[in-house]
């Protein structure tokens, strides 16, 4: 356990001046901000071809994995969730997987995206949007 821990705490250091310098939302509204549109783009590329297979192209966590995955992919559309979930949790799992937060590791992360952090705000940005 304490490698997990001593792992979150390095994200979070890590991760914490970058996203107090980019300005993204920490208020969990989901607004989009300026996201530049290609940026927008390859976000919805990358939600089709990485996240649609578990969380189901709508976001209700019925893609075609989803049958064999416990704990289930989580349903975008949970008003619950949508209301309890920072910007900045989403953004952690959507680069460093589920396990990350201390969620199922098997919420893989996208590593290639910790440089990107337009495109994260896109993809996370288009989650919101799936609550809606």
């Known amino acids: 356990m304490t490698s997990l821990t001593s792992k979150r705490s390095l994200v979070l250091a ?3 001046p970058l996203w107090l310098v980019s300005g993204c939302s920490k208020s969990g509204s989901g607004g989009s901000g300026a996201i530049p549109e290609a940026a927008r783009k390859e976000a919805a590329e990358i939600f089709s071809t990485r996240c649609m297979t578990c969380h189901g192209a709508t976001g209700r966590g019925d ?3 989803s049958a064999g995955l416990t704990p289930k992919p989580r349903n975008f559309h949970d008003p619950a969730w949508q209301s309890s979930a920072t910007d900045i949790h989403i953004e952690t799992i959507i680069q460093f997987g589920g396990g990350s937060v201390g969620k199922s590791p098997a919420m ?7 440089s990107k952090l337009e495109v994260v705000s896109a993809l996370r940005a288009h989650i919101r949007n799936l609550g809606k």
């Open 14 to 16: 890590i991760l914490t």
């Open 63 to 65: 893609g075609p994995a």
């Open 108 to 114: 893989p992360g996208n590593p290639d995206l910790v």
